[in-house]
């Protein structure tokens, strides 16, 4: 690590002398003593993690890298992370921080625009069918096992649709190739390709909600606010999540969606999703109206 900051400083050295150095991340913080020393500026340091209690990290790669903070958090002038509980732990585990100024993930703020039905589309549902979306990485430790259980309990109305790639991806596909106990049009589970970017929240209008059901392995999941607590919202979608703090701080403010126990029973999942009717849907996404207005990048810039 202390090699890649070491690479990265030189780059920087060679092409011009900051005014500021902004460092997102930990690997660039092991050169933090050089920065200083060659340009005499400040240090701004943007922590976008826990990253010594990552969700799947190894022993040792979380001794290093709580390592790397301890070594270099005197060299830093300005501390910037994403929220309060995030900011809470470095202030009690690193004092020599600065006090951390709050720059959540929050998304630019856009006119909802009207669903086209290419979600439905792809997932082969038809247009009046209710879709719990998962949208993202399919990683470990995002709760899809306890998504995927809960599809078998999910009403016919609903369907589980997974957008995105990943390690996961073939358990996945096993899912939504078994059809053979529902209808046509009204699959209890289906996989669409992920979608660029700059149409992403046109696809995720088509969802009548969005799940983020991270498993509470490790403090980064437990006190995370991750992107997508902005996005659905922003394509005017309420949220399913895990009883986070920082998740749950923001869905029961603004009531735009729904909260499960951390354990991720599929059970329970299922039964918050049947019990959903439209009106509270309805409620939901006109409070995601609210949310944007009040929660989106520029409010934060």
């Given at each position: 690590?202390?090699?890649?900051?070491?690479?990265?400083?030189?780059?920087?050295?060679?092409?011009?002398?900051?005014?500021?150095?902004h460092?997102?991340?930990?690997?660039?913080?092991?050169?933090?003593?050089?920065?200083k020393e060659?340009?005499?500026?400040?240090?701004?340091?943007?922590?976008?993690?826990?990253?010594?209690?990552?969700a799947?990290?190894?022993?040792?790669?979380?001794?290093?890298?709580?390592?790397?903070?301890?070594?270099?958090?005197?060299?830093?002038?300005?501390?910037?992370?994403?929220?309060?509980?995030i900011?809470?732990?470095?202030?009690?585990?690193?004092?020599?921080?600065?006090?951390?100024?709050l720059?959540?993930?929050?998304?630019?703020?856009?006119?909802?625009?009207?669903?086209?039905?290419?979600?439905?589309?792809?997932?082969?549902?038809?247009?009046?069918?209710?879709?719990?979306?998962?949208?993202?990485?399919?990683?470990?430790?995002?709760?899809?096992?306890?998504?995927?259980?809960?599809?078998?309990?999910?009403?016919?109305?609903?369907?589980?649709v997974?957008?995105?790639?990943?390690?996961?991806?073939?358990?996945?596909?096993?899912?939504?190739?078994?059809?053979?106990?529902?209808?046509?049009?009204r699959?209890?589970?289906?996989?669409?390709?992920?979608?660029?970017?700059?149409?992403?929240?046109?696809?995720?209008?088509?969802?009548?909600?969005?799940?983020?059901?991270y498993?509470?392995?490790?403090?980064n999941?437990?006190?995370?606010?991750?992107n997508?607590?902005w996005?659905?919202p922003?394509?005017?979608?309420?949220?399913?999540?895990?009883?986070?703090?920082?998740?749950?701080?923001?869905?029961?403010?603004?009531s735009?969606?729904?909260?499960v126990?951390?354990?991720?029973?599929?059970?329970?999942?299922?039964?918050?999703?049947?019990?959903?009717?439209?009106?509270?849907?309805?409620?939901?996404k006109?409070?995601?109206?609210?949310?944007?207005?009040a929660?989106?990048?520029?409010?934060?810039?």
């Open positions: 690590f202390r090699t890649q900051g070491d690479l990265i400083f030189n780059e920087v050295r060679a092409t011009f002398e900051p005014d500021i150095v460092i997102h991340d930990h690997l660039a913080l092991t050169a933090a003593s050089q920065y060659a340009f005499n500026c400040p240090i701004i340091w943007d922590a976008h993690e826990i990253y010594e209690d990552l799947s990290i190894e022993d040792v790669r979380a001794v290093v890298n709580a390592r790397i903070i301890h070594e270099n958090v005197r060299h830093v002038d300005g501390f910037i992370t994403l929220n309060q509980s900011a809470d732990f470095y202030s009690k585990k690193y004092p020599e921080l600065p006090a951390a100024v720059l959540p993930n929050a998304v630019e703020r856009v006119a909802q625009t009207q669903y086209d039905g290419r979600l439905h589309r792809a997932a082969g549902l038809n247009p009046d069918q209710k879709i719990l979306l998962f949208q993202g990485g399919y990683s470990p430790h995002r709760g899809i096992p306890a998504l995927l259980e809960a599809s078998h309990l999910l009403r016919s109305d609903w369907s589980l997974f957008m995105g790639w990943g390690k996961l991806e073939e358990e996945i596909r096993e899912h939504a190739n078994d059809r053979a106990d529902r209808a046509a049009g699959a209890r589970v289906a996989m669409v390709p992920s979608a660029p970017q700059d149409e992403l929240l046109s696809w995720t209008a088509g969802a009548s909600l969005g799940s983020i059901p498993e509470n392995t490790g403090l999941h437990l006190y995370c606010s991750p997508k607590l996005e659905y922003a394509a005017g979608v309420p949220i399913l999540a895990s009883d986070m703090p920082e998740m749950r701080l923001k869905i029961h403010q603004y735009i969606g729904l909260t126990d951390k354990e991720l029973n599929p059970s329970e999942i299922a039964t918050a999703v049947n019990s959903i009717g439209d009106d509270l849907l309805a409620e939901m006109r409070n995601c109206g609210v949310y944007s207005a929660e989106n990048w520029h409010v934060y810039q």
